[in-house]
C-alpha cells in the first residue's frame, strides 16, 4: 500500500521527459522507453522526490478541478507504477 | 542491447528512434565474437567533433530519443565529453557502451558532468584468465572491474554485457555471481550473434544445444532466487537453435539508425556486409537518408520478398528474418533467413550445430581461431571468400 504521507522519487534508472515527436511524457531508461499515457504523464510529471503523495493529489486536483477526486487512481498508479521500478517511495 | 528498447512504444512508427553512433573501429581489445567489419583497414577518415553534432541534431529532430556511443572502443574519441554533452543538451536519453579500457574515475566523472545517463561495461568472462585471454589483453580483467566499481559509485545505472560463447557458457553462474557482487542494474548474457568477426570464428562460438539449455536454466535458477531483487538478468538466445527467424532490427529501417564511424549510414551495424551501397552522413541528410535513400528502402515492406517468405502468414511477424544473415548464408540478401525451417537453405543452421557438437567432444576445427585485428584481416577475408 502507497500512503499519503510518503515521498515517491522516479528510479534512479529512469529518467522522465517529455518528448515533443510523440506529444507525451516518455520514461528513459538504458536503451529502451516507455512511452506513458496522458494521466501517467501527469502523475509522473509531479513525482519529483519532494513532494508526498498528498500533494501530488493535491496538486493534479488542483490543475483539473474538473475530475473530482483523483486520489483512488492516483494511488492505485503509483502502487504500479512502484512495482514497475519506475519509482521508489519512502 | 537491444533486448526491449520498444518496450511501450506503438510499433510501425518508422522513427529513428534509436541512433547508434560508432564513433571508431579502433579498439584495443581483440575478441574473437566481435561483429565490427572484417576489414577495418578500408574505411574513410573517422568523422569529426562537428560532423557527429551535425548528425545528432539531425536525429533529435526526427524523434531519436536513444543515442548509443559505441565502437570499437568509444574511449579512445578525445572529444567523447563534448558529444556526451551536446547531445544531452539536445534531449538524448545518452548511452556509452564500452569495454572499459581507457577510463578512470576522473573520466567517469567528467562524462557523468556532461550529463551522461548511462554505462555499459563489456566483460569477455568472470575470472580473470580466461577474461584476458578472450580479450587478448593481460589486464583487461582488473581494469574492468575497477571501473564498473567506479561506474556504480558515480550513481550510473549499470548495465554488465558478457557474450556467451563455447569458452564461457560453462561458468554462467560464475557470471552471474560477479554481476550481482557488482551491484549490477541489469545483466545481459547475450549469445554471440554470427556477424563480422564472429561469422568466421563461428565454429569457435557456437554452443551446442545442452549448453545452452543447462545455461538459460541456470539462469532461471538465479533469477527466480533473486527474486526481483538484485540485477535484472537479460537472456539473449542465438537464432541458430530458433526454427523461425528474429524479426531483425524490429524492421530494417524502421527504428534503427547506425552510422558507422566514416559516416556511413545503416540500418543495422552489420549490413555493410550486404552488397548495397549505403549514403553517407557527409553528403546527405539524416532525413534524406532515413525516409529517401534507396539502401534505407531496400528492404522495407514485402515487395523485395521471395519465396518461401513472400507468401508466407508469419511474414508480418519476423520481416523474412535477418537480411545480413540471408546473404552471408545464401549468398542473397532476399531470400529468408536460413534459420527458418521453411528455408531450403535452413540445412546449413542445421550443419553449424553438428559442428558445434563435435567440436565439444573434441574434434578439430576446420578454421582457425582469428582475434579481431588488422594482421588478421586477410586471413578473414579469405574464410569469408571460401565460404561463398
Ligand atoms: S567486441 Fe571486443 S574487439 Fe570488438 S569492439 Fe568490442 S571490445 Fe573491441
Ligand atoms: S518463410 Fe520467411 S516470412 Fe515465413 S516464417 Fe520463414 S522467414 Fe518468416
Request: proline share 5%.
Amino acid at each position: 500500500m502507497v500512503s499519503p504521507e510518503q515521498i515517491p522519487a522516479v528510479s534512479r534508472v529512469y529518467r522522465l521527459q517529455w518528448e515533443e515527436s510523440q506529444q507525451s511524457f516518455v520514461l528513459l531508461y538504458p536503451e529502451g522507453m516507455v512511452q506513458l499515457n496522458g494521466s501517467a504523464g501527469e502523475i509522473m510529471a509531479q513525482v519529483d522526490g519532494v513532494k508526498s503523495v498528498a500533494d501530488v493529489i493535491a496538486a493534479l486536483e488542483a490543475k483539473f478541478p474538473e475530475a473530482g477526486d483523483l486520489s483512488a487512481d492516483i494511488l492505485e498508479f503509483l502502487e504500479i507504477a512502484r512495482d514497475k521500478h519506475w519509482i521508489t517511495i519512502s | 542491447m537491444a533486448h526491449d528498447f520498444i518496450n511501450g512504444m506503438p510499433t510501425g512508427v518508422g522513427k529513428p528512434f534509436w541512433l547508434l553512433a560508432e564513433l571508431t573501429y579502433r579498439c584495443p581489445l581483440q575478441c574473437s565474437y566481435c561483429s565490427n567489419p572484417l576489414d577495418l583497414k578500408n574505411t574513410g577518415p573517422e568523422l569529426t567533433t562537428d560532423e557527429w553534432i551535425r548528425v545528432f541534431e539531425q536525429g533529435r529532430k526526427m524523434g531519436a530519443a536513444q543515442l548509443g556511443f559505441s565502437g570499437g572502443e568509444p574511449l579512445l574519441r578525445q572529444d567523447l565529453e563534448i558529444l556526451i554533452r551536446e547531445a544531452r543538451r539536445m534531449g538524448y536519453y545518452t548511452n556509452l557502451i564500452t569495454s572499459g579500457l581507457g577510463m578512470d574515475g576522473r573520466r567517469v566523472a567528467d562524462f557523468h558532468a556532461a550529463g551522461l545517463d548511462h554505462i555499459q561495461v563489456s566483460f569477455q568472462a568472470s575470472s580473470e584468465e580466461l577474461n584476458n585471454r578472450l580479450a587478448g589483453s593481460h589486464k583487461a580483467f582488473a581494469q574492468k572491474l575497477a571501473m564498473a566499481k567506479e561506474v556504480k559509485a558515480q550513481g550510473y545505472p549499470m548495465v554488465l554485457n558478457f557474450v556467451i560463447h563455447r569458452d564461457n557458457i560453462g561458468e554462467i553462474d560464475k557470471i552471474i555471481e560477479l554481476s550481482i557482487e557488482l551491484q549490477a542494474d541489469f545483466v545481459e548474457l547475450a549469445i554471440a550473434q554470427y556477424y563480422g568477426w564472429a561469422f568466421i570464428n563461428r565454429e569457435h562460438l557456437l554452443p551446442t544445444r545442452e549448453q545452452l539449455q543447462k545455461a538459460e536454466a541456470i539462469t532461471n535458477e538465479y533469477r527466480a532466487r533473486l527474486n526481483g531483487n538484485g540485477p535484472k538478468l537479460i537472456f539473449v538466445t542465438p537464432d541458430y537453435y530458433e526454427e523461425r527467424p528474429k524479426a531483425c532490427m524490429n524492421g530494417w529501417g524502421n527504428i534503427f539508425l547506425t552510422v558507422a564511424p566514416d559516416g556511413t549510414a545503416l540500418p543495422c551495424h552489420s549490413a555493410r556486409e550486404l552488397p548495397i551501397d549505403f549514403p553517407n552522413v557527409r553528403d546527405h541528410s539524416l532525413e534524406d537518408i532515413w525516409y529517401r535513400s534507396t539502401g534505407f528502402n531496400h528492404f522495407r515492406g514485402y515487395e523485395w520478398m521471395k519465396e518461401p517468405c513472400r507468401s508466407c502468414d508469419e511474414k508480418q511477424k519476423d520481416f523474412g528474418g535477418c537480411r545480413c544473415q540471408a546473404f552471408k548464408l545464401t549468398g542473397d540478401a532476399n531470400n529468408a533467413d536460413p534459420v527458418c525451417g521453411k528455408s531450403e537453405h535452413h540445412h546449413k543452421i542445421v550443419q553449424a550445430r553438428t559442428e558445434a557438437d563435435q567440436l565439444a567432444v573434441g574434434g578439430d576445427a576446420a578454421t582457425p581461431l582469428l582475434a579481431r585485428n588488422v594482421h588478421n584481416q586477410e586471413a578473414a577475408l579469405a574464410i569469408i571468400a571460401r565460404s561463398r
